[in-house]
């Protein structure tokens, strides 16, 4: 079977305007999910919105200096 991944990365980068160099500040933020059997464009859809809430989530994690939350 073939499937489908999708990949959002979230890089907290320092760049020098001078040389343009960047600066690895935090190791990034990788949500990644694979589909094996697409259910059509509303599926993915719903996939992307829930990585994307996932992605919220982990960053207000990292925020808040890695305590659990509660909420969920």
């Given at each position: ?20 160099e960047k ?50």
């Amino acid at each position: 079977m073939i499937g489908e991944r999708y990949t959002l990365i979230l890089r907290h980068e320092m760049v020098d305007p001078k040389t343009g160099e960047k600066h690895q500040l935090e190791p990034p933020l990788t949500i990644c999910y694979t589909m094996i059997d697409p259910c059509g464009r509303g599926g993915i859809i719903y996939t992307v919105n829930n990585m994307l809430h996932q992605m919220e989530q982990e960053f207000l994690n990292r925020m808040d200096g890695g305590a659990d939350d509660a909420a969920d």
